[in-house]
């Protein structure tokens, strides 16, 4: 049997964490950031855990990691 491929696009959004789970970047951080607060654009920039919901996905996108 061949070997799993990695999705790369995944494999550059989301890490694994040291207790299993994942973590990912927030979104709204690129463009059109004159109308954002300053407070917003801040805590736009921290990392966030994947949700409950979305590990098994992410888990098979990364099947290495």
């Known amino acids: 049997m061949s070997k799993m491929k990695t999705n790369r ?3 550059k959004r989301f890490r694994r964490t040291g ?8 979104s709204h951080l ?9 407070k917003r654009k801040r805590q736009l920039g921290l990392t ?12 098979r996108m990364l099947p290495y990691s």
């Open 9 to 11: 696009g995944a494999a």
């Open 30 to 38: 690129n463009h059109i950031l004159t109308k954002k607060k300053s």
């Open 48 to 59: 966030e855990q994947v949700a409950k919901a979305d590990v098994k996905s992410v888990r």
């Open 19 to 26: 207790k299993g789970g994942y973590k990912r970047a927030q």
